[in-house]
């Protein structure tokens, strides 16, 4: 599976980005991650596909292919 960024889990969560944002920064899902470098004001991001797959299907109850 090919990487997803925020704005496309989001788009397929049907989720604000910010939420999104917010809930991966205070470890609300295990379908992905965001990380602060000591020196860095920034986050960066990281979506797991299977992970967020099986979240859509087991927790929203919908179908997704990714």
Known sequence: MANITVAKAAEL????ITFL???LQQDK???GIA???PKSKRYAYKIY???L???INN????EVDL
Do not use: E, M, N, S
Not at 59 to 62: K, V
């Open 21 to 23: 944002r917010v809930g």
């Open 59 to 62: 927790q929203l109850g919908r």
């Open 13 to 16: 969560l049907g989720w604000d």
């Open 29 to 31: 899902y295990d379908f």
């Open 53 to 55: 797959k099986d979240f």
């Open 49 to 51: 596909p299977k992970a």
């Open 35 to 37: 990380v602060k470098g």
